[in-house]
Nanobody
Framework: QVQVVASGGGLVQAGGSLRLSCAAS????????MGWHRRSPGTAREFVAG????????YSADSVKGRFTISRDNAKNTVYLQMNSLKPEDTAVYSCAQASGFYARPWETYNYWGQGTQVTVSS
């Protein structure tokens, strides 16, 4: 079965950086898009960034463009989210998910989810 495991969250001051990692197993990693989403208390889950199976296409929410970068290493079955210039409003539980197909656009179906990892940005 497919397993998705995220790691790398933590507490950081505003303006700082964090890198999240997400490893997936169970099916051919490079055939599937991967995405990061987040949810803060009292809000709906928000798409943050996605990357296609080959890594050639990436998508980012307007709220993180220019600050967050998604990448993947298919040899390691891992996707990364590099988060720079963090703001208190980035505080959320970040979840990694594998898409149902090659692309990872915001409207794709993500059918395998990992556990969330908490990111807290202090002001």
């Amino acid at each position: 079965q497919v397993q998705v495991v995220a790691s790398g969250g933590g507490l950081v001051q505003a303006g700082g950086s964090l890198r999240l990692s997400c490893a997936a197993s169970g099916r051919t990693f490079s055939s599937y898009g991967m995405g990061w989403h987040r949810r803060s208390p009292g809000t709906a889950r928000e798409f943050v960034a996605g990357i296609s199976g080959s890594g050639g296409d990436t998508y980012s929410a307007d709220s993180v463009k220019g600050r967050f970068t998604i990448s993947r290493d298919n040899a390691k079955n891992t996707v990364y989210l590099q988060m720079n210039s963090l703001k208190p409003e980035d505080t959320a539980v970040y979840s990694c998910a594998q898409a149902s197909g090659f692309y990872a656009r915001p409207w794709e179906t993500y059918n395998y989810w990992g556990q969330g990892t908490q990111v807290t940005v202090s002001s």
